[in-house]
């Protein structure tokens, strides 16, 4: 993970200053408050993991964080944030509710809606998520934010030990493997929230939930083969195409609509990676289970409004 911030050189009477340009841009606009300035130590690690970004964040002396509307309108920030604690205690506010959580908790804040976290020790990792990841996966509201997920649950001790792990990993993993390993996180994180709602109001039962988690994972583990069709997903996944349809209906998609979207979402995220820029538009396609290159470029243009070709470009500059 790269270090995008360390006091160690900064003069304590900036180093608030220079929290607040750093972390302003790699989380989201904010305000703070801080117990001693003179005192105040931070560092924070990130790398991108797909769409997500990852950030390790330690800090001493910050007593709150606040999300305002001035913040809001300032940025662009469609995001979830999604944190475990590995020290101390945080308190998170958002919708009306506050929670606490402790080590190995997971809370979710929407940085579109006010919110407040107060510290008594900051050592957290951070997550920030588009909304339409995680959207993809859950009928989200008001309902998810500020809410505790147990490390102590089983569903949530699951979710925790994975991001847990992925600091110490994440410099070692190819780009093929960061993308599905940031699929896994944003299964698991879904899965762990629509849980936790469900103990109030249920989306989906915990079995239903759970069946549509195994066909995400059974789909995902599958896009390279041409031969992946709604049959093979819900065979792999243990179901009939009907009851997968039917799951996958409360999201507002199909089977085979949910293929795929996933398979082109692969494709644009490979030609915005510039790392990937040697590779042909068709050979991209190829790789992700398409079999057609007019198809997938109609289907590309329709997803995103531009061709394969020309959101490359607009990337590149």
């Not at 896994?184 to 109001?201: M, N, P």
Request: hydrophobic letters at 40%; one cysteine or more; glycine letters at 6%.
């Amino acid at each position: 993970m790269d270090k995008v911030l360390a006091m160690s050189d900064i003069h304590p009477r900036d180093r608030v200053a220079y929290w607040l340009e750093v972390a302003r841009h790699a989380i989201v606009d904010h305000e703070c408050r801080v117990k001693t300035p003179s005192a105040f130590d931070a560092t924070m690690l990130r790398a991108p993991l797909g769409e997500l970004s990852v950030m390790s964040i330690e800090s001493l002396g910050l007593e709150s964080v606040e999300r305002t509307a001035r913040g809001i309108a300032h940025g662009e920030d469609n995001v979830f944030l999604l944190y475990l604690q590995l020290m101390g205690s945080a308190t998170l506010s958002q919708d009306g509710r506050e929670t606490v959580i402790h080590p190995g908790d997971l809370a979710l804040l929407d940085a579109q809606r006010p919110f407040v976290c107060r510290y008594e020790h900051r050592q957290q990792i951070t997550i920030k998520i588009p909304h339409r990841s995680l959207k993809a996966r859950l009928a989200l509201s008001s309902q998810l934010t500020a809410r505790a997920v147990r490390r102590t649950d089983g569903v949530g001790a699951l979710a925790s030990d994975y991001i847990k792990m992925i600091p110490d990993h994440i410099d070692t993993l190819q780009p093929a493997a960061k993308l599905q390993v940031a699929e896994h996180v944003l299964d698991l994180a879904a899965l762990a929230l629509a849980t936790e709602t469900g103990k109030d109001t249920p989306a989906l039962s915990s079995g239903r939930a759970v069946a549509l988690l195994h066909l995400r994972m059974a789909i995902e583990n599958r896009l390279t083969d041409p031969a992946l069709d709604p049959s093979t997903a819900a065979g792999a996944a243990g179901i009939s195409v009907r009851y997968a349809n039917d799951l996958l209906s409360q999201q507002g998609t199909s089977l085979e609509r949910f293929i795929v979207s996933r398979r082109l979402e692969r494709c644009r995220l490979a030609l915005e990676d510039a790392a990937q820029d040697h590779r042909a538009v068709g050979d991209i396609a190829y790789a992700w289970g398409f079999s057609d290159l007019s198809h997938f470029n109609r289907r590309f243009k329709a997803a995103f409004g531009s061709s394969p070709r020309e959101h490359r470009k607009q990337r590149q500059g």
